[in-house]
């Protein structure tokens, strides 16, 4: 499992994403697919986004459950144990870029030096350290594991929030661990108290 890093290949220091809009950037923040999404990749999906800065941005999707693989298959194939494991994280589809690559989005209550700060309480770790301390019983307290992740180049994400195809809301851990994969669109959008139906021609973020 590389090791995850800002779009320009540098690693954010302690802190740098601290869910705050600072600058106008977003790291830290969920994104919520709009009505519109044209893309069909991205359609009612709900993404964290682990990195933003001018060069680009990187997200984790959280509303699409890997199918045809289970932590055990993937404990199985990297010849980790033990297996079966005493814990257990679910697995999700982070992305359409790089999906052979694996990322684990987690409480930060657990830590190696390949972890990354997301937010306030939160981390990034593409090391198979954490899978090995999850399949012993330790490890995060919450954590999911996304092969693939969701990227935008410099300047694209922002240019997709003019044109209406992104909300933003601050993250809790019911949309980022919970298990109701296809309502958590719906929860995230409860969340800003907006109705959908009248969406379609709204513009900006949260």
Known sequence: MPRPAHADGSRPKDGQFDG?????YLGGQLLIAMPG????RFARSLICLCAHS??????????KPLDGLSF???LRQLELQPVPPRRRVRLLTGGPVEGGRGF????DDWSSDASLP???????????????AIAGGAGPREGVLALGYAGWGAGQLEEEIQHNAWLSVPPDES??????HERKWDLAMAKLK???LLLSGAAGHA
């Open 104 to 107: 684990v989005l987690h409480t």
């Open 54 to 63: 001018a060069e680009g941005a990187m997200g984790i999707v959280l509303n």
């Open 20 to 24: 705050s809009d600072q600058d106008g």
């Open 37 to 40: 999404m044209k893309d069909p």
């Open 72 to 74: 055990d298959d993937l």
């Open 175 to 180: 949309l980022l661990f919970g298990p109701e």
């Open 194 to 196: 907006v109705n959908p």
């Open 118 to 132: 997301v937010s306030d309480g939160l981390a990034l770790t593409a090391s198979v350290d954490i899978l090995k």
